[in-house]
């Protein structure tokens, strides 16, 4: 059983953020007035859109390549994902000198395919619905004598992820709340570290798909609970059971999970297009998204909102929101 108490630390985030020093962005921090009225809060939104990749995943899959010997350097990496941690670990590749497969599904947005190809990884696609792509990447690894970088569940990607809601904290001072949108988990247990090494009293509220809740029923049931592969537009938070490590760090942060739906996402995209001027996938958005239904009550609080990326092709963008 993990310790969640000793498995990340703050003194590994600032860690973190001393490898990523120079390599990683300093994305900005957005703040609305129209926004702020609307919810009756002052919002303080880390723009992870404008990070290298275009999300946040950069930061943990940095964290964990620098971190490799001189041997696993030489047999390169396996890493499977739907888009943001494979072009998140391709680029950290790249830069690192390291050879990277990436384990994409066939119906990935073909933006993140080529985007994560153009980074220099190689793709092998694998069937989402007929077959598991954690199998798949670690059959590949073994072939390979290559090491498996995973998308949320370890304390490197972990301390990487947490570095973004440091920043934050760093550059707005006292925070009520901090939100992040769910998928595994590495970005809300990342922010569950750093925000309560920042204030202890902290509220954590992570924000997930209705369609893809499984750490909402997980933190309810005090176990982790496996679900089918959602079925939502926010491809970046499809995942069907939280990790053991983020869902230990969460349960013990007492982080809560609110859901929004797809539509609900659809319409903060709008939002963010026409009053904050900035782009947004679905999955970026869901944090925002709990804000902007009042499923998370912000009224006089100062609260901080991870916007967590912005990979989504004018194609698509136009189809979503059509």
């Known amino acids: 059983m993990v310790d969640a108490q000793h498995a990340v630390t703050i003194g590994d985030v600032d860690a973190a953020a001393t490898r990523l020093r120079g390599v990683a962005l300093r ?29 946040f995943k950069f930061r943990g899959a940095y964290n964990f390549l620098a971190q490799l010997s001189d041997s696993e350097r030489k047999r390169g990496v396996v890493a499977f994902s739907s888009g943001n941690h494979a072009q998140g670990v391709a680029l950290a590749a790249s830069l690192l000198g390291v050879a990277a497969t990436i384990v994409m599904p066939d119906d990935a947005p073909a933006s ?6 153009g980074y220099g990884a190689d793709v092998v696609t694998y069937v989402r619905d007929e077959e598991d792509r954690a199998l798949v990447a670690q059959r590949l690894a ?15 990607i972990i301390a990487g992820q947490g570095t973004a809601t440091r920043e934050l904290f760093d550059d707005t001072g006292h925070l009520d709340m901090m939100v992040a949108c769910v998928g595994g988990g590495g970005l809300l247990s990342g922010a569950c570290i750093a925000a309560q090494a920042a204030n202890p009293k902290c509220q954590i509220i992570g924000v997930e798909p209705e369609a893809g809740d499984d750490f909402a029923q997980s933190l309810r049931a005090g176990e982790r609970i496996r679900i089918g592969v959602p ?12 990790g053991e490590w983020t869902f230990a760090i969460a349960r013990d942060a007492q982080a809560q999970i609110v859901t929004v739906s797809d539509d609900e996402l659809r319409s903060t995209m709008i939002f963010a297009f026409e009053t904050l001027k900035i ?12 804000i902007l239904t009042g499923k998370i009550p912000v009224a006089g609080k100062r609260v901080g909102v991870l916007f967590s990326g912005g990979n989504i092709s004018a194609d698509r963008f136009r189809s979503l929101l059509a």
Do not use: C
Not at 27 to 38: D, F, K, Q, V
Not at 112 to 117: D, E, F, G, Q
Not at 232 to 239: H, N, S, V
Not at 279 to 290: C, D, I, M, N, Q
């Open 27 to 55: 994305t900005p921090i957005i703040t609305s007035r129209m926004l702020n009225a609307t919810v009756h809060a002052d919002i303080f939104a880390k723009a992870e859109n404008f990070q290298r990749t275009g999300s």
């Open 112 to 117: 993140k395919l080529a985007a994560t190809r």
């Open 142 to 156: 073994d072939e390979r004598g290559a090491t498996i970088v995973p998308p949320f569940d370890h304390p490197a």
């Open 231 to 242: 079925q939502t537009i926010a491809d970046g938070l499809q995942t069907t059971m939280p």
């Open 279 to 290: 782009v947004l996938e679905p999955s970026g958005a869901a944090g925002l998204a709990g």
